[in-house]
């Protein structure tokens, strides 16, 4: 990623990030310490204000963006071997067909390929939730199984229970 600065004469500073193609961020720093956050999606397109931001809104953004609050793992550098396996959480939607079905009902497995291996329900975490475990609508289901499993299952958990797919 390229950085580019540059000095706006009577404002302050001007800082600009390349994001893929032609796409950029622009951070403007004024002298009052004010921060504005502009968008340019392609290289002959105006920039389009984002966001404003006091100094102290911008150093509590900036702590956060940095980690300081939470750091979350990179998933280009984790080594998990799980082969071309991957976990996904799937929220479940409350019109959805498996709603009110248990695991062993559903055939998740049979079906989409994946298997479940927990259940959030609001605060509570279902590990390695039993066969009899009944799905209930706002759950969010943890999915292990490959891409194409896991967008098997997508769209059998967001079918509705006419057995339509929800859009």
């Known amino acids: 990623m390229t950085i580019y600065e540059a000095e706006v004469p009577g404002v302050g500073h001007k800082f600009e990030?390349?994001?893929d193609k032609d796409e950029r961020v622009s951070v403007l720093i004024h002298h009052d310490g004010k921060r504005e956050i502009y968008?340019?999606?392609?290289?002959?397109a105006d920039s389009e204000k984002l966001l404003s931001f006091t100094g102290k809104q911008a150093r509590q953004l900036g702590s956060i963006l940095e980690g300081a609050y939470f750091q979350p793992?990179?998933?280009?550098?984790?080594?998990?071997?799980?082969?071309e396996a991957i976990i996904e959480w799937v929220d479940v939607d409350p019109s959805s067909q498996l709603v009110?079905?248990?695991?062993?009902?559903?055939?998740?497995?049979?079906?989409?390929?994946?298997?479940?291996?927990?259940?959030?329900?609001?605060?509570?975490?279902?590990?390695?939730?039993?066969?009899?475990?009944?799905?209930?609508?706002?759950?969010?289901?943890?999915?292990?199984?490959?891409?194409?499993?896991?967008?098997?299952?997508?769209?059998?958990?967001?079918?509705?229970a006419s057995g339509s797919s929800q859009a």
Request: proline fraction near 5%; hydrophobic fraction near 35%.
């Open 17 to 19: 990030l390349e994001l």
């Open 39 to 44: 968008h340019r999606p392609s290289k002959n």
């Open 73 to 83: 793992v990179e998933m280009d550098e984790v080594q998990v071997p799980l082969g």
């Open 100 to 160: 009110g079905q248990s695991l062993r009902e559903a055939n998740i497995r049979e079906q989409a390929g994946v298997s479940i291996i927990a259940i959030q329900r609001g605060e509570e975490t279902i590990a390695n939730p039993a066969p009899d475990t009944t799905i209930e609508g706002d759950d969010i289901l943890v999915a292990i199984g490959t891409r194409e499993e896991q967008r098997v299952f997508s769209d059998l958990i967001n079918s509705d």
